[in-house]
């Protein structure tokens, strides 16, 4: 049974597209993978191999052709779609390498929008929570602007603002980095290390770019539709370990993050103790940084 802090597990998943009655790919098989909150993994392998695949089954965007998955503890194998569409609204962020952006919308109201979707945000607390995100990001200067008006970096840190919105258990992310460029990449890696470190946010991240690969906890590569080998990643990402943004900066947007959603929760009398937890964890970082 899965346990409390896993955020996915997949138990012996394969699956088998069928392009026509006896034609077929194997693009996953016999899949045996856990994620545990906190952690980024990465997942790497030629073209083919069944990244795309492996993210959407655990997006539940996809279901498998046998085996079960369990995502935050629930097993959503056979779930209709209509739980499946609310269950991904509330417990997950997605971020694709074409950004997928609405375009008749601007930045602010692409990030408001999951948050209004769920009911349990105001207005004005979607768009309060919305530019702190933009702020979060570092691109606040986008707020009013549309898609087709900023840069792909640009396009891309809002689509990670968006899948932060409702504060997700899991970040999939299926080559964000694919379609922009390097000063870019490295913006958006940074993000994702802070993300996760100080904020405890959790990325399955798939990838061809080493560079990417390399920010996580581990390492998986698939070829053939199977998992061939899984690395420790320690000496990799202490390589990579220099910060390229402020984290101060990112650290309190946070904070401010946090305080709208303490009024949020209490206005709908819900439970703070997670909340708690996540700003003592970031008072904990500041106080360390020798701020506050
Ligand atoms: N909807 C589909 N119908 C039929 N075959 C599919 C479908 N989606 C994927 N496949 C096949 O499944 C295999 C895995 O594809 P997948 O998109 O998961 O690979 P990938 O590792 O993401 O590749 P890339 O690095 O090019 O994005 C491939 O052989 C692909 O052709
Ligand atoms: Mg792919």
Known sequence: MPTNDEVVRLVHVSKRYYLSRDVYVDALIDINLTIRAGEIVTVMGPSGSGKTTLMNIIGTLD??????????????TDADEKYLSRFRLERLGFVFQQYNLLPQLTALENVMLPMLLTGR??????????RLLLDLVGVPHVVNKRPSQISGGEQQRVAIARALANEPSLVIMDEPTGSIDLASSYLILDLVRLLNRYMGVTFVIATHNMEVASIGDRIIYLRGGRIIEESDLGRIREEFGKLRIDPITVARSYLRILDLEERRLRRLGLDTTNLEKRRDLISEFLKQRGDR
């Not at 085996?67 to 959503?76: K, L, P, T």
């Not at 105001?122 to 309060?128: H, N, V």
């Open 63 to 76: 279901r498998p052709t046998s085996g079960r998955v369990f995502i935050d503890g629930i097993d959503v």
């Open 121 to 130: 945000y105001t207005k004005e607390e979607a768009m309060e929570k919305a």
